[in-house]
C-alpha cells in the first residue's frame, strides 16, 4: 500500500470512530441486544466488531445515557440496551451538532 493510501485509511477510520457514538445512540430508540446491534449497524453500512461495540455500550451505560435489562425468556439470557432520558437529550444535542456540523462541512468542501 502506498503513503497516499495509508495516510487516507487512517483519516477514515478516525472519521467513523467519531460518529460511533451518534450511530449506537440512533439504534436504541428501543430495546436491543449486542449482536442484534452489530447487525442493524452493518444493514446500515456501519460495521463494527463486538469487541469495540460491547465496551462502548458499558461506557454509554456507565454515563447514564444507556439503560439495561436482561432478558432470559430465550434460549439464553440478553441483556438489552436501550436509551435513558438523558440519553435521549443526548441523541437530540448530538443530532442537531452533527447537522450543523454536516451544513458547515459542506459549505467547506463545495
Known amino acids: 500500500m502506498n503513503d497516499i493510501e495509508e495516510i487516507v485509511r487512517s483519516y477514515i477510520s478516525e472519521l467513523r ?57 430465550d434460549s439464553r439470557p440478553r441483556r438489552y440496551y436501550f436509551l435513558s432520558d438523558t440519553g435521549k437529550a443526548v441523541y437530540s444535542r448530538l443530532c442537531a451538532e452533527w447537522h450543523s456540523m454536516v451544513s458547515s462541512m459542506n459549505k467547506m468542501i463545495s
Open 17 to 73: 470512530r467519531g460518529t460511533l457514538i451518534l450511530c449506537v445512540l440512533s439504534r436504541l430508540d428501543e430495546p436491543k441486544y449486542g449482536y442484534s446491534l452489530v447487525q442493524e449497524l452493518e444493514e446500515k453500512g456501519i460495521p463494527i466488531d463486538a469487541g469495540t461495540l460491547y465496551p462502548l455500550l458499558r461506557r454509554l451505560e456507565k454515563q447514564n445515557l444507556l439503560s439495561s435489562i436482561w432478558e432470559l425468556t
